[in-house]
């Protein structure tokens, strides 16, 4: 009986491969395979060689080669990249302009003496030891591309710890840089316990303030703490002003007296001396030189006079001696 319907045959039935066809293409994965194991390292990075799953090398820049998956597999980070972790805020949008989104839980902590403090901290880190971030911990955060993790734990832990031992007035104000460095010093030694491999670059308070609710009587506290230092400084400058002049002034009050004393009594030792001498002119002549005092005396009691000297017994006046005349005649 003939057939009345004549259906095709399957085409893969009829595909034929021929053994050195199959060879070649085994030839050809095999090469691929193999040369899989090929990759580069950047000069800012390490690469750490696993074989089986197990720490086998850490290769330095450059080409290299491993055996292929799944023998050995290769894992590469950068040594020289700046990673950032955020505490009390997390970036939405770089922008710009740049989106923020606020968390209150973390950034919400209490200081030394009891009081609420809103604080965000930017830390920003970098691998020293690329096995022991790799493999010593597991969940470090920003380093393995989350927002959570053991370094956002361990930066969030240091910035309560230390915000807690400090009052609100130092880390509001003068004590900020303070209160940065312990952070600082702090995380690196929790790092250095957990062998994170990790090296802490910078700390930065980014925003610390008082929550909400009460940021207006913080206000008014800060500006009347303002107005206090400006007086107080006010009062230091006029101190600063008036104490150095009257310290001046009393020295040189110092000065004259003392250079007073020493005038008085160099004058002094002068008229002792000068009477001395004619003390001793007194004792070989002592007529005579009570008659010399006494015409000097006469001299200094009535200037500018004609002075005329008249015998004893008063019976007439003998101009004798014109005293002007001769203390202004030249000498011969």
Not at 62 to 83: A, F, K, Q
Not at 96 to 120: C, F
Not at 189 to 194: A, N, Q, R
Not at 208 to 229: C, H, L, M, T
Request: net charge neutral.
């Amino acid at each position: 009986m003939p057939q009345q319907f004549d259906f095709p045959k399957n085409p893969i039935q009829q595909l034929r491969f021929s053994p050195r066809t199959v060879y070649l293409v085994l030839a050809v994965l095999a090469t691929l395979w193999v040369l899989s194991g090929i990759y580069t390292v950047d000069p800012d990075e390490k690469a750490v060689i696993l074989r089986f799953g197990k720490l086998h090398a850490v290769v330095d820049p450059g080409l290299h080669y491993h055996l292929p998956r799944p023998i050995e597999m290769n894992i590469i980070r950068s040594t020289t990249r700046v990673y950032r972790e955020e505490i009390g805020f997390q970036t939405i949008d770089p922008g710009p302009p740049a989106r923020y989104r606020q968390r209150p839980k973390e950034s919400l902590m209490l200081t030394g003496d009891e009081n609420i403090v809103n604080v965000e901290m930017v830390v920003q880190y970098k691998v020293s030891s690329v096995t022991d971030a790799l493999f010593h911990v597991r969940g470090l955060g920003a380093f393995e591309g989350s927002n959570q993790g053991l370094i956002h734990d361990a930066c969030e832990a240091s910035l309560r710890q230390v915000v807690g031992r400090h009052g609100i007035d130092e880390v509001l104000t003068e004590g900020k840089l303070r209160v940065q460095t312990e952070i600082k010093e702090k995380l690196q030694e929790l790092f250095d316990i957990y062998r994170c491999g990790l090296t802490v670059q910078t700390v930065q308070l980014q925003s610390v303030g008082p929550p909400q609710q009460v940021d207006a009587a913080f206000k008014d506290v800060a500006s009347a703490k303002e107005d206090r230092e400006r007086l107080v400084n006010e009062a230091r400058g006029y101190q600063n002003d008036v104490i150095p002049k009257a310290r001046g002034e009393a020295e040189r009050m110092l000065k004259e007296a003392e250079a007073y004393t020493v005038e008085r009594v160099r004058r002094a030792q002068g008229d002792a001396d000068r009477f001395g001498a004619v003390y001793a002119e007194y004792v070989k002549a002592p007529e005579v030189t009570e008659r010399r005092l006494y015409i000097e005396t006469m001299e200094r009691i009535l200037p500018k006079m004609q002075k005329y000297i008249i015998d004893a017994d008063g019976k007439g006046v003998i101009n004798l001696i014109n005293l002007e005349r001769l203390m202004s005649a030249p000498a011969r």
